[in-house]
């Protein structure tokens, strides 16, 4: 890991460690991935303004936002099906997260169990729900999170029907994998994923295994699963029947425009998280950290702000709080360290970008992440 220097290169480190149809799910986005490359290039149209000799000898990186402290401004992502990357799976990463001060969001479609993440999380912890068809889930989700303790949940709305992944379609991606005729050399040149992959065989979507049979009944397509268990059909007054049904802090995620901010103060939402899901889904959409500016003009500060994707270096971070944001999140990042190494390698990456951002800050000449704006900021 030692070598490891950058995002860019615990990236190429997962590609050499994981079978090509495993590598693409997790790398790949919707059609011709423009979403997924312009969430990362759109941070390049804006210029960081250092301030000299403001005194940086300390430089505070903790905040607050939903409804608690943070040690930094940054949570990860909730990605499912972690298991497929490493066999330390969530729960690698939610311990990794929680050393090095790290909020952790957990996913519906996650290989460890709720309950057990809550007990190895000391961080601020968030769990996300998409709404089933099966409407009893979500209260289900509901209950257990308040038994555990979670601080926040999470409605992603980006995912009424699955996106176009054609990396997946031309892969024949399938969740457990599976050993095709066309996929068997790529497998056979990663004997150490694919010994351990045979050997610890828990891909199950744990959480909701209990009431859906999807998995359990034999291989799946990860598009298929969103198109035949999650409800298209849900509404405004769905997503306001579950704000009241939780009663803390609540994130919508998936929301890019200001009417839609708008909407969601009006439903008593606390949070947004800004995201295209990595570019993942509808493509054409606009990179989260330009949609700050709008949605922020439009809410004031009614709504706490996530930038969700794209973000790949300390500085993304310190752009997106200029311009308004109350925090980031990430989640190719932290997989890309997983499958390079495990829970080590996660650990050892996310120190490393806190570090960098300590350092960015002082660079910049701001001690402190909370007085970030755009004085330190200007249009490229
Ligand atoms: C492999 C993978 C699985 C994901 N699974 C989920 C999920 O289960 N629920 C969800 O809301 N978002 C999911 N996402 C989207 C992430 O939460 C997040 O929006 C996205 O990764 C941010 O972009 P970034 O990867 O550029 O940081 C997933 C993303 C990836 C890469």
């Given at each position: 890991m030692t070598k490891l220097f950058n995002v860019h290169d615990y990236r190429k480190a997962a590609k050499r460690r994981l079978p090509k149809p495993i590598f693409d799910y997790l790398d790949g986005g919707a059609d011709d991935e423009w979403s997924l490359r312009n969430n990362t290039s759109a941070f390049d149209k804006y210029e960081l303004w250092p301030h000299q000799l403001s005194g940086v000898g300390e430089i505070n990186l903790a905040t607050r936002f939903l409804g608690t402290e943070h040690q930094l401004p940054v949570m990860l992502s909730p990605t499912g099906m972690t298991r497929l990357f490493h066999h330390h799976k969530e729960l690698g990463v939610a311990r990794a997260a929680s050393e090095t001060g790290y909020a952790y969001s957990l996913s519906t479609v996650g290989t460890a169990k709720m309950e057990d993440i809550a007990e190895i999380c000391k961080t601020p912890k968030i769990f996300q729900i998409y709404v089933h068809r099966d409407?009893?889930?979500?209260?289900?989700?509901?209950?257990?999170?308040?038994?555990?303790?979670?601080?926040?949940?999470?409605?992603?709305?980006?995912?009424?029907?699955?996106?176009?992944?054609?990396?997946d379609f031309k892969n024949g991606f399938s969740v457990p994998p599976r050993l095709t005729l066309a996929s068997l050399a790529s497998f056979a040149a990663h004997p150490h994923w694919t010994l351990n992959f045979l050997r610890e065989h828990d891909?199950?979507?744990?959480?909701v295994v209990h009431r859906v049979d999807a998995i359990s009944s034999g291989t799946l397509g990860v598009m298929k699963y969103i198109n035949s268990q999650l409800d298209p059909s849900i509404s405004w007054d769905d997503a306001a029947e579950i704000v009241a049904l939780w009663g803390g802090p609540f994130i919508i995620k998936g929301v890019q425009s200001a009417e839609d901010a708008a909407q969601a103060v009006e439903i008593g939402a606390s949070a947004l998280m800004l995201s295209n899901h990595g570019g993942r889904q509808l493509e054409g959409s606009p990179a989260p950290v330009d949609c700050v500016r709008p949605i922020?003009?439009?809410?004031?500060?009614?709504?706490?702000?996530?930038?969700?994707?794209?973000?790949?270096?300390?500085?993304?971070?310190i752009k997106a709080l200029c311009l308004?944001?109350?925090?980031?999140?990430?989640?190719?990042?932290?997989?890309?360290?997983?499958?390079?190494?495990?829970?080590?390698a996660v650990k050892a990456f996310l120190t490393s970008f806190k570090e960098g951002l300590k350092r960015d800050m002082a660079l910049l000449g701001c001690a402190d992440v909370q007085v970030l704006d755009e004085r330190f900021l200007r249009s490229a």
């Open positions: 409407r009893g889930l979500t209260h289900e989700f509901v209950e257990r999170a308040k038994a555990s303790n979670y601080d926040a949940l999470c409605l992603t709305v980006d995912a009424a029907v699955a996106g176009n992944r054609e990396r891909f199950r979507f744990i959480n922020r003009d439009r809410v004031g500060d009614k709504l706490e702000l996530i930038v969700d994707g794209g973000v790949r270096r300390p500085g993304h971070l308004g944001a109350n925090a980031v999140s990430f989640g190719r990042p932290y997989l890309y360290a997983l499958a390079a190494g495990g829970e080590n």
